[in-house]
T-cell receptor, first 112, second 114 residues
């Protein structure tokens, strides 16, 4: 089945130690999104790619970066994780901006 | 400004009772509206969506929602709650003219009492 895959499902890192989260899709969608979801809150959009065009939300911290080397893969890099970055990170894809977003299962990040 | 508001952060219903989760939106352009469900430690799963056409939308797992422009609402209902419906539910809004931003509501946690 076509789907959105996130690895790992659970990630533990130390304060200040860089971490990379991975998302891949078999849907051949043009748009890929990264969301941060803290406990009991709604998902918050960090950034998105339309193909190779990158769009950073205005309030996304500089500590968060993203890469999309090809259509299928998108990475979220957190350069120096702080305790406040502990959250569920959700990847989503859509064919175009006006199309339904399909979400992966998420990666739960713990910062020690 | 565009936004979506979910009334009630926690809703409890008895098994077999009607489920009603409320969502209101604010938009200057026709909206696209969505309901997603999230089970613990999982991603979001699309329940149903409204873009154009029929205002009563049927989704998966017996859920449906009705777009009411006059009331700016898109409430989610299910006639008979099942224990497996216990989850977090998010209403989401998208501008129909640009579509490049998804606005999520703050979520409603549904508890089903046996």
């Amino acid at each position: 089945d076509a789907m959105v895959i996130q690895n790992p499902r659970y990630q533990v890192t130390q304060f200040g130690k860089p971490v990379t989260l991975s998302c891949s899709q078999t849907l051949n969608h043009n748009v890929m999104y990264w969301y941060q979801q803290k406990s009991s809150q709604a998902p918050k959009l960090l950034f998105h790619y339309y193909d190779k065009d990158f769009n950073n939300e205005a309030d996304t911290p500089d500590n968060f970066q993203s890469r999309r080397p090809n259509t299928s893969f998108c990475f979220l890099d957190i350069r120096s994780p702080g305790l406040g970055d502990a959250a569920m990170y959700l990847c989503a894809t859509s064919l175009g901006f006006k199309d339904t977003q399909y979400f992966g299962p998420g990666t739960r990040l713990t910062v020690l | 400004a565009q936004s979506v508001t979910q009334l009630g952060s926690h809703v409890s219903v008895s098994e077999g009772a009607l489920v009603l989760l409320r969502c209101n939106y604010s938009s200057s352009v026709p909206p696209y509206l969505f309901w997603y469900v999230q089970y613990p430690n999982q991603g979001l799963q699309l329940l149903l969506k409204y873009t154009t056409g029929a205002t009563l939308v049927k989704g998966i797992n017996g859920f449906e929602a009705e777009f009411k422009k006059s009331e700016t609402s898109f409430h989610l209902t299910k006639p008979s709650a099942h224990m497996s419906d216990a989850a977090e539910y998010f209403c989401a809004f998208q501008r129909s003219n640009t579509g490049n931003q998804f606005y999520f509501g703050t979520g409603t946690s549904l508890t089903v009492i046996p």
